[in-house]
């Protein structure tokens, strides 16, 4: 486990309470406001990934998942910032952690999409955009990679 002061990283289990938790928080900031929900097929996907999560006094403060690509290589999903977090800066330490913990795994290269509105907060990050804009849950996106 992480630690940051009074914050933890940690990584929730799939299936786990602290699973559901980060579910949660993924649906209330980026699911519903666009009139999203999951489905089984989606959720089952999510059995290999890593859900990672910052906590404080036992509630998800930021999460997001991780899935392996292979030769290493990941791509982030699914970035959430519980609402009255947002904009001061814990979006930046969890990936700044997570980026950590997964050079420390072997990887060499992570991607994304990114909604438009939040480039810049991934480009503050090393994340360079590849490609071109494209939509995605009705928004546009860009694909970004990183290179630890």
């Given at each position: 486990?992480?630690?940051?002061g ?6 929730a289990?799939f ?5 559901a938790?980060c579910l ?5 900031v ?8 999951w489905s089984?097929?989606d959720?089952?996907l999510e059995e290999?990934e ?15 998942s ?10 982030l999903?699914?970035?959430a910032?519980?609402g ?5 800066g ?8 997570v ?5 420390g795994e072997g990887?060499a ?5 990114a909604?438009?509105?939040?480039v ?7 994340f ?8 995605e849950?009705?928004?546009?996106h860009?694909?970004m990679?990183?290179?630890i």
């Amino acid at each position: 486990m992480w630690s940051g002061g009074v914050v933890e990283l940690c990584r929730a289990e799939f299936g786990s309470g602290d699973y559901a938790a980060c579910l949660e928080l993924r649906r209330v900031v980026l699911r519903e406001p666009l009139g999203l929900e999951w489905s089984e097929g989606d959720l089952a996907l999510e059995e290999e990934e890593w859900q990672m999560g910052w906590w404080e006094e036992g509630e998800v403060l930021a999460c997001v998942s991780v899935r392996w690509l292979g030769a290493g290589r990941v791509k982030l999903r699914q970035m959430a910032v519980r609402g009255d977090r947002q904009g001061k800066g814990l979006g930046g330490l969890l990936v700044g952690a997570v980026l950590e913990i997964l050079g420390g795994e072997g990887v060499a290269e992570v991607e994304l999409h990114a909604r438009e509105s939040v480039v810049g907060f991934y480009e503050k990050l090393g994340f360079e955009i590849v490609g071109e804009r494209f939509e995605e849950v009705g928004l546009a996106h860009w694909a970004m990679k990183h290179q630890i």
